[in-house]
């Protein structure tokens, strides 16, 4: 079939690429600004990660009355959340209720891919082009691409001679699946599987878990929302929102200065489990020093393994179950949060099979073999993780300045000056890219952060009458340096994590978020903006970099 011409009459102020929270937010934002934005995503529907990971069990890690949108007064207070960890389903339903609000589906194209995008040589602009065959173009491009939305490939011999179905936590079946007397395996024990094995094991005759590293995990504790703790957020939200930002992590976690190691036993012991029982992510911010110092962290490590120990009733399961210091310092690969994730190991129906010990060889017809033993089931869950932060733009043939690919540059590691915008790649920004605090942080916080300081800017450019605003070299391989320099005053980089790329064979091991703090980044973020984009090349339309 000959090759149809792609269609070349859409043009606009904005394209921004994804519809999940920040696409979203991006396109209000720009909106207001009185700019014309064409929102492109893949998927059928808004809600990015919310809409893809529909796994059963699929929660957010955060308590949902931080998790969602800030940006709106009436939003906040119409909203009301039904449990402290809102489930995939109820995230969904907020992401309708918002696209509605705002009106925000007429602007959006769903179902559709974008695969390149391309600098105009004549400097004035982005275009895309699309897997519908369409040609979009704009000044401004934004990714709204998120951080944890490209799997990584399935590095698994004999996967495609499997007879069964096989699910992916990742792009699970819009109408569900029913387990019930299927004999299940599953490979992973990441966040993803770590929230839906309980689930799979209260269906399945038997649930089959195949681990290479073990996780810590920790109790969510999660509850319908009372009416007193409604009240509160009610009578409180403005503080509470003022507490989150003013945290590293950009939630409320009650981090402080205090440190393990000038803590009595008896006292730690007792704030650990004081944070063990509140749930959710507060015990890994018990203490400054449980993001540096190794003897530090083996306190809370140890805290954790007994609670595993005293969860699990078969010793062995527990032994399994159990990450070790050696093998990374707790924290250093992302701290998952369960409910009833350990309890479900109690069950006759769920054995647990560790690769550490015998790898597997391949997956076969009926089940998969390791090198000690074959293991058969009629129905297989991957829940392998992602190739996280860069891969969705590696992917997308993202070409700048004299047609230098993004994936190339990239090769040996991300650069980008604040995580927004790259040296070489003008009129392009990134929202939470790497090199920002992103994924160590409240991901909406980091969003709405990115989306108005994007919006300020683009608004800067259009008062000045500046076609081009580019990164500066310098500015970016001196933050890129500062990245580096404080993930390395840490014990972060140890563990095989995706923050370091280390998941995905052959990926360059960079550690890529910035963990220097939500507020230090935001206070940087606005110093560069009060000192006319400082770092940053703004040029005017008669010496825009073609
Ligand atoms: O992915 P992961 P995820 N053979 O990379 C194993 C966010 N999230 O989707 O550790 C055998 O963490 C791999 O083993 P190993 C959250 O930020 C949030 O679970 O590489 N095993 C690991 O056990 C999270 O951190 C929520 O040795 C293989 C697992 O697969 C991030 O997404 C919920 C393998 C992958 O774990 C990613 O989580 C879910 C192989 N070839 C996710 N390849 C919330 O709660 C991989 N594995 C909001």
Same mark, same amino acid.
């Given at each position: 079939?000959?090759?149809?011409?792609?269609?070349?009459?859409?043009?606009?102020?904005?394209? %921004? %690429?994804?519809?999940?929270?920040?696409?979203?937010?991006?396109?209000?934002?720009?909106?207001?600004?009185?700019?014309?934005?064409?929102?492109?995503?893949?998927?059928?529907?808004?809600?990015?990660?919310?809409?893809?990971?529909?796994?059963?069990?699929?929660?957010?890690?955060?308590?949902?009355?931080?998790?969602?949108?800030?940006?709106?007064?009436? /939003?906040?207070?119409?909203?009301?959340?039904?449990?402290?960890?809102?489930?995939? +389903?109820?995230?969904?339903?907020?992401?309708?209720?918002?696209?509605?609000?705002?009106?925000?589906?007429?602007?959006?194209?769903?179902?559709?891919?974008?695969?390149?995008? %391309?600098?105009?040589?004549?400097?004035?602009?982005?275009? %895309?082009?699309?897997?519908?065959?369409?040609?979009?173009?704009?000044?401004?491009?934004?990714?709204?691409?998120?951080?944890?939305?490209?799997?990584?490939?399935?590095?698994?011999?004999?996967?495609?001679?499997?007879?069964? +179905?096989?699910?992916?936590?990742?792009?699970?079946?819009?109408?569900?699946?029913?387990?019930?007397?299927?004999?299940?395996?599953?490979?992973?024990?990441?966040?993803?599987?770590?929230?839906?094995?309980?689930?799979?094991?209260?269906?399945?005759?038997?649930?089959?878990?195949?681990?290479?590293?073990?996780?810590?995990?920790?109790?969510?504790?999660?509850? +319908?929302?009372?009416?007193?703790?409604?009240?509160?957020?009610?009578?409180?939200?403005?503080?509470?929102?003022?507490?989150?930002?003013?945290?590293?992590?950009?939630?409320?976690?009650?981090?402080?200065?205090?440190?393990?190691?000038?803590?009595?036993?008896?006292?730690?012991?007792?704030?650990?489990?004081?944070?063990?029982?509140?749930?959710?992510?507060? /015990?890994?911010?018990?203490?400054?020093?449980? /993001?540096?110092?190794?003897?530090?962290?083996?306190?809370?490590?140890?805290?954790?393994?007994?609670?595993?120990?005293?969860?699990?009733?078969? +010793?062995?399961?527990?032994?399994?179950?159990?990450?070790?210091?050696?093998?990374?310092?707790?924290?250093?690969?992302?701290?998952?949060?369960?409910?009833?994730?350990?309890?479900?190991?109690?069950?006759?129906?769920?054995?647990?099979?560790?690769?550490?010990?015998?790898?597997?060889?391949?997956?076969? =017809?009926?089940?998969?073999?390791?090198?000690?033993?074959?293991?058969?089931?009629?129905?297989?869950?991957?829940?392998?993780?992602?190739?996280?932060?860069?891969?969705?733009?590696?992917?997308?043939?993202?070409?700048?300045?004299?047609?230098?690919?993004?994936?190339?540059?990239?090769?040996?590691?991300?650069?980008?000056?604040?995580?927004?915008?790259?040296?070489?790649?003008?009129?392009?920004?990134?929202?939470?890219?790497?090199?920002?605090?992103?994924?160590?942080?409240?991901?909406?916080?980091?969003?709405?952060?990115?989306?108005?300081?994007?919006?300020?800017?683009?608004?800067?450019?259009?008062?000045?009458?500046?076609?081009?605003?580019?990164?500066?070299?310098?500015?970016?391989? =001196?933050?890129?340096?500062?990245?580096?320099?404080?993930?390395?005053?840490?014990?972060?980089?140890?563990?095989?994590?995706?923050?370091?790329?280390?998941?995905?064979?052959?990926?360059?091991?960079?550690?890529?978020?910035?963990?220097?703090?939500?507020?230090?980044?935001?206070?940087?973020?606005?110093?560069?903006?009060?000192?006319?984009?400082?770092?940053?090349?703004?040029?005017?339309?008669?010496?825009?970099?073609?």
């Amino acid at each position: 079939m000959a090759e149809q011409a792609p269609k070349t009459d859409n043009h606009y102020d904005v394209i %921004v %690429v994804g519809a999940g929270f920040a696409g979203m937010y991006m396109l209000h934002k720009l909106r207001g600004l009185g700019m014309s934005v064409k929102v492109l995503e893949a998927g059928t529907g808004a809600g990015g990660t919310w809409y893809w990971n529909r796994y059963p069990g699929a929660r957010v890690d955060i308590e949902s009355m931080e998790y969602g949108y800030s940006f709106d007064k009436e /939003l906040e207070r119409e909203w009301r959340w039904s449990e402290r960890f809102a489930t995939q +389903p109820e995230l969904l339903r907020y992401v309708n209720h918002v696209a509605e609000k705002f009106d925000l589906l007429r602007d959006m194209q769903f179902e559709t891919r974008v695969e390149t995008a %391309v600098y105009d040589e004549d400097g004035q602009g982005w275009t %895309v082009q699309t897997d519908t065959d369409e040609e979009f173009s704009a000044r401004f491009c934004i990714m709204a691409t998120g951080c944890l939305s490209t799997p990584k490939n399935i590095d698994i011999l004999g996967i495609e001679d499997f007879k069964g +179905p096989v699910y992916k936590t990742f792009d699970w079946p819009r109408e569900g699946v029913d387990f019930h007397g299927q004999k299940v395996g599953i490979i992973g024990t990441g966040s993803s599987a770590i929230q839906t094995i309980p689930e799979i094991a209260k269906q399945a005759a038997h649930l089959t878990v195949f681990q290479r590293t073990p996780n810590y995990s920790i109790p969510a504790r999660n509850a +319908p929302i009372s009416a007193e703790m409604q009240a509160d957020w009610d009578a409180n939200r403005d503080t509470y929102r003022a507490q989150a930002r003013s945290e590293g992590f950009a939630a409320i976690t009650e981090s402080n200065e205090n440190l393990a190691l000038e803590t009595s036993p008896e006292d730690r012991e007792r704030e650990y489990e004081r944070r063990w029982k509140f749930g959710g992510l507060r /015990l890994v911010a018990a203490y400054a020093d449980l /993001l540096t110092d190794e003897d530090a962290k083996k306190t809370a490590a140890d805290f954790v393994a007994r609670k595993i120990r005293e969860t699990v009733t078969d +010793p062995k399961t527990a032994g399994i179950l159990t990450p070790t210091p050696d093998m990374y310092p707790i924290g250093a690969k992302r701290i998952c949060i369960d409910t009833g994730y350990y309890e479900t190991f109690n069950r006759d129906n769920v054995s647990i099979v560790s690769l550490r010990d015998a790898p597997i060889d391949k997956v076969t =017809e009926n089940g998969l073999n390791t090198t000690n033993e074959e293991y058969g089931f009629d129905a297989l869950v991957l829940a392998t993780g992602f190739d996280a932060m860069t891969g969705t733009l590696n992917r997308m043939n993202i070409c700048g300045v004299n047609g230098a690919k993004l994936k190339d540059k990239w090769a040996d590691g991300a650069r980008a000056y604040l995580g927004l915008m790259v040296a070489g790649f003008p009129n392009l920004f990134v929202v939470t890219g790497p090199g920002s605090p992103s994924v160590f942080t409240n991901m909406i916080m980091a969003i709405e952060q990115h989306v108005e300081w994007i919006a300020d800017c683009i608004s800067h450019v259009n008062e000045r009458q500046i076609s081009t605003i580019e990164a500066a070299e310098a500015a970016e391989e =001196e933050w890129v340096s500062h990245v580096a320099e404080v993930a390395s005053a840490t014990v972060l980089q140890r563990a095989d994590s995706w923050y370091m790329g280390a998941n995905v064979p052959g990926k360059t091991r960079v550690f890529m978020p910035y963990i220097g703090g939500f507020p230090a980044y935001a206070e940087k973020c606005n110093e560069v903006a009060a000192n006319g984009y400082e770092g940053f090349e703004l040029r005017g339309a008669a010496e825009a970099r073609a």
